[in-house]
């Protein structure tokens, strides 16, 4: 029994000697494909991809482009119509005589200048003011979604490639698990299903990794979509710490800042610059008719006949505005109940959103830290005692096998809560309006 405990402890120790020397070759590794890849494109860092994904975001550019539109709307509903020239000829005899024959006949020059009833100009271009703030809030919206978008597409692409790199790192000692038990059964120390699990949690590792690539291809391109090409470049390590925040207070005082809500608020004047609007179209609009007419010939004493210069004024006489102004007016005051209900919806959708998101980083933190403090020790510690049972010959194989599959599966939790932690910093950030 002795000779034999002797020989399970020399073959642990190599064991243990090879996956040692396994793991500094695989850091040379890491260290020769970091060299390479400083050689070539560096490492994609969070900064790098949000800059690319905001410069000539279609998206973005599509509103700033309406909201220009409406402010150049807005300079042309202030201003006067176009006034309208007239050219005639008036009261030309058609059976006989021409143009010097009749006293009355004469050509005609005329202009006419019609002008909107009351303030209707300056409401206008209030109307489409407002309505290229709600545009210009959109945007700044959009910016901050590209923005969210971005950082957790990045924060995904770096997970995953955090989660293979762990795997692989220590995939060699279940490689050498394996050697070992294969060495132990040939010798007759151990039977075939120590084996057979070591063998069985091996594969399992290897379709582990294959899962893990899947799911980094399938991460690389969602974030594909704003950084291009970039995204299948290494990704840098985080720049930040994700876990402090400002005081909740500041941040809910923010979003009254928040874009959504400023576009709903201009969205509202906009509304409520519709309703003046209706109210101007109960006053009479009118217009001035200015013409010149022409005369030829002379008057029976020989003198030459006179020119004419007429003046008139025309106004609207809104009378029957039952099914016209009366309903313009109340559809445009349903329209700006509907603005304010908006305006509210946004509020407390934001404000939803702000505390689900607060108390879901405020777990993370704490997880992440029973994780550090003391899950990750636990499994570690467990994993020692099994081997160390094993060695002695007190333990079971399958419980040296659960203890490592336990302390990989904490690590790969602590990692995926980290940058879970800061994918929901990222949407805090959007609410809070925290800069880049």
């Known amino acids: 029994m002795f000779h034999r405990n002797v020989r399970l402890r020399d073959c642990l120790r190599s064991t243990l000697c090879r996956a040692l020397i396994a793991q500094v070759m695989l850091a040379a590794c890491a260290a020769a494909a970091a060299e390479a890849v ?36 807005a300079v042309a509903a202030g201003q006067l119509p ?124 290897d379709d582990r990794l294959i899962d893990i690539a899947g799911e980094r291809e399938r991460a690389r391109a969602a974030l594909s979509e704003w950084v291009g090409d970039a995204a299948y470049r290494p990704m840098a390590p985080p720049a930040a ?11 809910r005082a923010a979003l009254a800042e928040h874009p959504e809500i400023g576009a709903a608020k201009a969205r509202l004047a906009a509304r409520s610059a519709e309703v003046e609007l209706a109210e101007e179209r109960f006053k009479p609009g009118w217009a ?65 959103r702000f505390e689900a998101e607060y108390a879901q980083w405020r777990q993370l933190g704490r997880r992440i830290d029973l994780y550090e403090t003391t899950i990750l020790i636990q499994a570690e510690d467990r ?20 203890g490592r599959i336990d302390e990989l599966g904490a690590r790969l939790e602590l990692i995926r809560l980290q940058f879970e932690q800061g994918q929901s910093h990222a949407r805090l950030a959007n609410l809070g309006g925290l800069p880049r």
């Open 241 to 251: 710490s994700y876990d402090a925040l400002p005081p909740p207070a500041r941040l």
């Open 82 to 205: 176009d006034p309208q020239l007239s050219v005639g000829l008036a009261n030309y005899p058609i059976e006989s005589g021409g143009f010097r024959s009749e006293a009355m006949t004469q050509g005609q020059l005329g202009l006419r200048q019609a002008f909107p009833p009351g303030a209707t100009r300056a409401i206008s271009t209030r109307r489409f003011t407002a309505m290229a703030d709600a545009v210009s809030g959109n945007a700044e919206a959009r910016r901050r979604d590209v923005l969210t978008a971005v950082r957790s597409a990045w924060l995904e692409t770096r997970y995953w490639q955090e989660a293979d790199a762990t795997v692989r790192a220590r995939r060699p000692y279940f490689s050498d698990l394996v050697s070992v038990t294969r060495s132990l059964y040939a010798v007759g120390q151990k039977d075939q299903q120590d084996v057979l699990r070591a063998e069985l949690e091996l594969s399992r590792l």
């Open 288 to 352: 001035v008719n200015l013409s010149y007419g022409y005369r030829d010939g002379l008057m029976p004493d020989g003198a030459p006949r006179s020119d004419f210069v007429s003046v008139a004024v025309t106004v609207d006489l809104p009378m029957f505005r039952r099914n016209r102004q009366d309903r313009s007016l109340r559809a445009a005051l349903g329209e700006r109940r509907a603005a304010g209900a908006l305006l509210e919806a946004a509020r407390r959708r934001l404000a939803s």
């Open 38 to 73: 400083s050689g070539g494109d560096p490492p994609l860092t969070m900064g790098e991809a949000e800059t690319r994904a905001l410069d000539g975001e279609p998206g973005r550019e599509a509103l700033l482009a309406g909201a220009e539109a409406l402010r150049e709307q």
């Open 383 to 402: 994993a020692r005692a099994a081997l160390a049972a094993y060695r002695s010959d007190t333990g079971d194989f399958a419980e040296v096998m659960r």
